[in-house]
Nanobody, 115 residues
């Protein structure tokens, strides 16, 4: 059974930092791309950043220079380091693994940026 479990969310002030982690089990983690998505209140879910099995990364323009995605294949985890957080970064963050034609999602974790 494939499981994705996010951790590291919470409440942070504008300008602060959080580090999200996604622990993956039940598949050959190192073979697949992983992505972080977020959904803000009243908005559609959007892709934030992704990383291929080879370590190439991509991110949406609004987080470039502030968010960094990385993976640790030995620990089956993907991390999202989020710096210089803004109120508009508030939302539920989910990780996704794309395994061929299948996609697996975590349950999501809340990130709130507010003073």
């Amino acid at each position: 059974q494939v499981q994705l479990v996010e951790s590291g969310g919470g409440l942070v002030q504008p300008g602060g930092s959080l580090r999200l982690s996604c622990a993956v089990s039940g598949l050959r983690f190192g073979s697949y791309a992983v992505a972080w998505y977020r959904q803000a209140p009243g908005k559609q879910r959007e892709s934030v950043a992704d990383i291929t099995s080879g370590g190439s990364t991509n991110s949406v323009d609004s987080v470039k220079g502030r968010f960094t995605i990385s993976r640790d294949n030995a620990k089956n985890t993907v991390n999202l380091q989020m710096n210089s957080l803004r109120p508009e970064d508030t939302g539920v963050y989910c990780c996704k693994v794309v395994a061929g034609r299948l996609s697996f999602w975590g349950q999501g974790i809340q990130v709130t940026v507010s003073s």
